[in-house]
């Protein structure tokens, strides 16, 4: 008998982990209003930073890459956390979390313990999109906020400015991501900025022969070498779409085939000889529907990554710390919980 429901046990806990689903009514009981307050906070923060967009969509997929889409990358350093923030993509590089918690603050006012810091993030990412014309899509929710970070993980996962496209598939690949996603998602450069640092070797000794990037267009590095000299200024900033800089449009892809991609990693989707994802580049470079289409599509299946749900990790009350950080006795209480939970979403 004993065996038997063992072995019950085991298939309804199966159902239940492959059945954990996000939903876009989740909230439609508990805080209806969710979408216009992320909505609100960040037409008005953009209002002096008209990047912030931008950076907030990244803070998602910089998540998402990182054990799932479930907050991780917002916790910061303490006893028991050693935070993402601190990463080779993160540090001194991503923005926005101040922004992060100022929509935490409005939604604690109008429905308290209720909204997930993943599933802001995620809704963030949606809202900036469409408020530089970009495509609306239906966010799936009911993700939940983790207990843990994993800087190691963090330095494996992202992908680096000066990836080739082998290494771009591979990063995507782990995600489940395929070849369209890898080039849909990286539409997102077409908005936001990226500091000198990130692409100043592609300006003047690209491997060492002494010449700059083949791939960069000659009049594009002209321009850059201005804006970021040889050996200073690597935090000078420049617009990743050098065509429409605060615009979500498709110009990120005919900008690939003008050799005027900022990144070494944006402009490898076109430049590396026989690759399938130049076709996906003259796709979308000629179809803006296509791209847009293509781009909803990937970002929900980003949002899918390896959530938590049900009773899994918790609904952070502050997107910086787990729940009772200030020790580490109640630390060890929260994931003795968290364990509790996955047996109990049964
Ligand atoms: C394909 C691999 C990718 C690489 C190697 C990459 C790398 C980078 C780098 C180096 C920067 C500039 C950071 C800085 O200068 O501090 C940047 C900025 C940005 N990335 Fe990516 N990225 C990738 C994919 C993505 C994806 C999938 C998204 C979102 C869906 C995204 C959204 C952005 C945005 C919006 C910015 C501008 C942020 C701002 O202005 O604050 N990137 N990325
Ligand atoms: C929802 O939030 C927006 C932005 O804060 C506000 O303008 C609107 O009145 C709210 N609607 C409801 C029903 O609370
Ligand atoms: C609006 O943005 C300003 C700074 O840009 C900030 O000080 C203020 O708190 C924000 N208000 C709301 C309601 O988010
Ligand atoms: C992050 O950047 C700061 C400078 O702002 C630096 O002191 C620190 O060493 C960096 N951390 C890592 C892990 O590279
Ligand atoms: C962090 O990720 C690394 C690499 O996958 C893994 O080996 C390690 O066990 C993880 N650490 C924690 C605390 O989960
Ligand atoms: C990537 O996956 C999507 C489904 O998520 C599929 O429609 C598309 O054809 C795939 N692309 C490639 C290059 O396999
Ligand atoms: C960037 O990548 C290129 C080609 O893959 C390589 O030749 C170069 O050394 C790399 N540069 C840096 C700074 O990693
Ligand atoms: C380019 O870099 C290589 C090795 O990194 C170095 O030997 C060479 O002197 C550099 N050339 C110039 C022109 O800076
Ligand atoms: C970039 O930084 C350098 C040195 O820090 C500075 O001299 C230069 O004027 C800056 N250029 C731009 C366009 O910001
Ligand atoms: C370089 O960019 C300019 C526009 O910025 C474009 O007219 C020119 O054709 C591009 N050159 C190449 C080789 O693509
Ligand atoms: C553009 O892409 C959309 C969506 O994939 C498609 O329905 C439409 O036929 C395409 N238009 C052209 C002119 O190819
Ligand atoms: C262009 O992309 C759209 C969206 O991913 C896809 O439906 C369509 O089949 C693609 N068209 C071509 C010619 O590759
Ligand atoms: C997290 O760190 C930021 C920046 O250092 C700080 O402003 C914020 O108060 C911290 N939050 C918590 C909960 O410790």
Redesign the pocket.
Known sequence: MGAVWGTIFVVLAAISVTHAQLSPTFYDETCPNVTDIVSGVIQNASQSDPRIGASLIRLHFHDCFVQGCDASLLLNDSATIVSEQQALGNNNSIRGLDVVNNIKSALESSCPNTVSCADILAIAAQSSVVLAGGPSWTVQLGRRDSLTANLTLANLNLPGPNSTLETLKDRFSVQGLNA?DLVALSGAHTFGRAQCSTFVNRLYNFSGDGNPDSTLNTTYLATLRQICPQNAGGTNLTNLDLTTADTFDKNYYSNLQLQNGLLFSDQVLFSTSGADTI??VN??SS?QT?FF??FAASMIKMGNINPLTGTQGEIRTQCNAVNGASGLIMGGVASAKSQDASVSSI
């Open positions: 369209t076709a996906i796709n979308f179809n296509a289409e293509a």
